[in-house]
Structure formats: structure tokens, C-alpha cells
């Protein structure tokens, strides 16, 4: 069983800068139709500062994590009994290309189901700018296996 003790334990901060060409190729691979995700003529035009990041591009961001498997291991977690349980965005302000944005990750909460047999890992993520203005909020669910 994983040791409850630890909800509540925040990571370490981390920042990344957002790069025109991560987000293009996003755009690309996700089937982005729309010109403001690869022009920067067209997210000017469109009113913005520079390319928008995509809908749910910061879970990418996430993983650039200095140590993307940092739950995991706090948490001693074999990667071969989880399974994604949920994902969910919740969208305070826009990030364009360029911007620095902050992650600060925090196990919200461990529960099970099925009298130990699946475990429920929430993580919650805050995201804000390099002005401290808050961009998102991330919550995913990672689900143990233990039977």
C-alpha cells in the first residue's frame, strides 16, 4: 500500500520556456487547423503576442520535469502497475511562445478501491508565469495495479 503520509508533499518548482518550434510541431501533431498555432503573423493578427500554447500542451511542459518520475519514486511506485486514470485542465490566462512558466506539482491525495487491490495517486499541478500570474491548473490521476 502506498503510504498516505505523503499527500500533501510538494516537489520542487521547475520553469520552462515555452519555444516556437516545440509548438508547432505540437500543433502539427495534434491536427492544429488553425493559422495562430503556426504563424506568427496570424497569432499577431489574431491579437496575440506571439504563437498561443495549444490546449493540453502543458501536460508536455510537465514532463519536462528535472526528474519526470519524481512521484513515483517518492512514492516507490513501479512504472509496470500504472495505468493514466485522468486527466483535467482548468484555464486561468493564455501562455504564448516565449513566456517562462512555473510548475509546482503536490500529491493532492492516495485513496484505493477494491480493498487495495487499485490505488489512486492525485497530482496537482499550479502553473503560472514569469509574471506570477496563474495560467492553469493541471490534475492527473495515476492508477496502481497491485492484483
Known amino acids: 500500500m502506498i503510504d498516505k503520509r505523503h499527500i500533501g508533499h510538494v516537489l520542487p518548482r521547475y520553469s520552462v520556456e515555452v519555444e516556437k518550434g516545440r509548438l508547432r510541431f ?3 501533431a495534434t491536427g492544429q487547423a488553425d493559422p495562430v498555432f503556426n504563424s506568427e503573423d496570424a497569432a499577431r493578427g489574431a ?3 506571439s504563437l498561443p500554447v495549444p490546449p493540453t500542451y502543458l501536460f508536455c511542459l510537465e514532463m519536462d520535469s528535472p526528474n519526470p518520475s519524481a512521484v513515483r519514486d517518492l512514492l516507490g511506485i513501479d512504472i509496470g502497475r500504472i495505468l493514466h ?3 483535467h485542465f482548468t484555464y486561468h490566462a493564455m ?3 516565449g513566456d517562462t512558466l512555473s ?3 503536490r ?3 492516495i485513496y ?3 480493498n487495495g487491490a487499485l490505488e489512486f495517486v492525485v497530482r496537482e499541478t499550479r ?3 514569469q509574471r506570477g500570474d496563474l495560467v492553469a491548473e493541471l490534475r492527473g490521476v495515476t492508477v496502481v495495479r497491485n492484483a
Open 26 to 28: 505540437f500543433a502539427k
Open 47 to 49: 491579437g496575440m503576442p
Open 85 to 87: 486514470g485522468e486527466q
Open 95 to 97: 501562455a504564448y511562445a
Open 103 to 105: 510548475f509546482e506539482q
Open 107 to 109: 500529491i493532492a491525495d
Open 112 to 114: 484505493d478501491k477494491k
Open 127 to 129: 502553473v503560472t508565469n
